[in-house]
């Protein structure tokens, strides 16, 4: 039973499920492209039964995955991502160290070089089979040595996969890179003011752009079962921009104080200029949802309300001029932004993200040549997932394909699979899920190999 006691992370559409479920021949309302054959697999934090994490970010992974095939929805199933910390490891070891592979692994799935990869920001990736089972933590032949960011880039040009590791001591900040094949080819030790929460990175054709910005580590407070990053008014904030051909070699490039937990895309404008299109929060509404998503003590009923919101923000660095230009592209509240992966790193005309005031939620798509913000409406009783960008085969514009999420409603009692027409966030099917799906956080579309 919950009550509005209850931290909001563990009741309504966030709340978690108690088990492990397979569901075979879902019910289509509408019609499934037969393109679609492939499976949508999503993570997100489901602590064990009677468990309370304390915070929303530091339950379990649980993966969530459809397996659509040609107009059919054949099975829906979950599973946890079995790491060392399910088993009651500790990430901190008796000697100070830390355990990469005791993590919770419940941010994001991808695909890399054949291996379908669950990620946390804290610790080593996971390998999960098609069928969402744990094969175990994968460190790359020994030479990843750091945390691994959920929020890796792939190169559409090479398949070079970028990322990133953050951590609470040196090293503070590293860029790594996998090739094509998925071996660790590169990794440079970045030097930063201090210990940050460093979610999302950026990645363009020519560079990768590190977000140094005041969510900062505190050592008192994780000595005391607090939450060990918080805001900091001291810290201050900047963009680091470092040459893809020359790793660890970064220029700065102050902000005005803010925070990003994702970027959208990036890339290189015909001036010469480095653009990021961020989801961005002011310090007072990163402030009121970094109390929302965990303990406050205050009262998680009236947290909920309280909750600020990101807005979409451009910025352009200008390495030439040494400055960074700041424009709000709308100011519509909005998260997880998302744009075709074809494009990641180069100029993208529509930005897809998800909208949720507490009263309405929609799936958004944000046109850059327009400034249009078009909206699926989806009520007051529904939340929608992240939206993610499947092409179609054959297209001739970038908009040609699907937006596939899992929608909850706010009771958390029922879910679907929401597929959407991209090109004008029409209705194509919804996929009824067998159970009320905990909302989460990243996934992706996974085609059969043809």
């Known amino acids: 039973m919950t009550t509005t006691d209850t931290p909001l992370y563990l009741r309504g559409h966030l709340a978690?499920?108690?088990?492990?479920?397979?569901?075979?021949?879902?019910?289509?309302?509408?019609?499934?492209?037969?393109?679609?054959?492939?499976?949508?697999?999503?993570?997100?934090?489901?602590?064990?039964?009677?468990?309370?994490?304390?915070?929303?970010?530091?339950?379990?992974?649980m993966l969530h995955g459809v397996r659509l095939r040609e107009g059919r929805a054949e099975w829906y199933r979950n599973r946890?991502?079995?790491t060392e910390a399910l088993e009651g490891h500790p990430f901190?070891?008796?000697d100070g160290t830390f355990d990469r592979a005791a993590v919770t692994a419940n941010t994001h799935i991808v695909g890399h070089a054949?291996?379908?990869?669950?990620?946390?920001?804290?610790?080593?990736?996971?390998?999960?089979?098609?069928?969402?089972?744990?094969?175990?933590?994968?460190?790359?032949g020994g030479r990843l040595t750091?945390?691994?960011?959920?929020?890796?880039?792939?190169?559409?040009?090479?398949?070079?996969?970028?990322?990133?590791?953050?951590?609470?001591?040196?090293?503070?900040?590293?860029?790594?890179?996998?090739d094509a094949a998925g071996e660790l080819v590169t990794s440079a030790e970045i030097a930063v003011a201090g210990p940050t929460m460093m979610h999302d990175f950026a990645v363009t054709e020519r560079h990768a752009v590190f977000l140094d910005l005041p969510m900062a580590f505190s050592l008192e407070a994780a000595m005391a079962g607090s939450l060990p990053y918080g805001w900091s008014d001291t810290?201050?904030?900047?963009?680091?921009?470092?040459?893809?051909?020359?790793?660890?070699?970064?220029r700065w490039f102050e902000i005005d104080p803010c925070y990003v937990f994702h970027v959208g895309n990036a890339f290189e404008d015909a001036a010469g200029r480095i653009v990021l299109d961020v989801a961005r929060y002011a310090p007072e509404d990163i402030t009121a949802v970094w109390d929302s998503i965990g303990p406050n003590e205050a009262g998680h009923a009236s947290a909920a309300a309280a909750a600020g919101v990101a807005t979409l923000h451009r910025w352009a660095v200008d390495p030439a001029a040494g400055t960074v230009s700041q424009t709000q592209l709308s100011d519509?509240?909005?998260?997880?932004?998302?744009?075709?992966?074809?494009?990641?790193?180069?100029?993208n005309r529509y930005l897809y993200a998800v909208a949720d005031s507490g009263t309405r939620a929609a799936v958004l798509r944000h046109d850059a040549e327009t400034g249009a913000v078009a909206a699926h409406e989806l009520g007051a009783d529904v939340v929608a997932g992240e939206a993610v960008f499947v092409p179609a085969a054959d297209r001739r514009h970038e908009?040609?394909?699907?937006?596939?999420?899992?929608?909850?409603?706010?009771?958390?009692?029922?879910?679907?699979?929401?597929?959407?027409?991209?090109?004008?966030?029409s209705r194509v099917a919804r996929v009824a899920l067998p159970r009320g799906v905990p909302a989460g956080f990243h996934g992706s579309w996974n085609a059969d190999e043809s």
């Open 92 to 94: 901190v070891r008796p």
């Open 332 to 347: 519509q509240g909005l998260e997880f932004p998302t744009v075709d992966d074809d494009l990641a790193g180069r100029s």
């Open 235 to 250: 810290y201050g904030a900047r963009l680091g921009v470092m040459p893809l051909d020359r790793p660890g070699e970064v």
């Open 146 to 178: 750091t945390a691994m960011t959920a929020h890796p880039k792939t190169d559409p040009t090479t398949g070079d996969l970028h990322f990133f590791g953050y951590g609470a001591l040196p090293p503070l900040l590293t860029y790594h890179r996998l």
């Open 80 to 82: 946890w991502v079995r």
């Open 16 to 61: 978690p499920v108690p088990d492990e479920i397979e569901a075979r021949d879902l019910p289509v309302e509408g019609s499934l492209p037969p393109e679609l054959t492939g499976r949508y697999l999503r993570n997100g934090p489901n602590p064990l039964p009677g468990q309370d994490p304390g915070h929303w970010f530091a339950g379990h992974g």
């Open 114 to 140: 054949g291996r379908l990869l669950a990620l946390v920001e804290n610790g080593f990736p996971y390998e999960v089979t098609p069928e969402l089972e744990t094969v175990g933590p994968r460190d790359f």
């Open 399 to 425: 908009d040609e394909g699907w937006l596939l999420s899992i929608t909850t409603t706010r009771d958390g009692r029922a879910s679907d699979l929401l597929v959407l027409d991209a090109s004008d966030l």
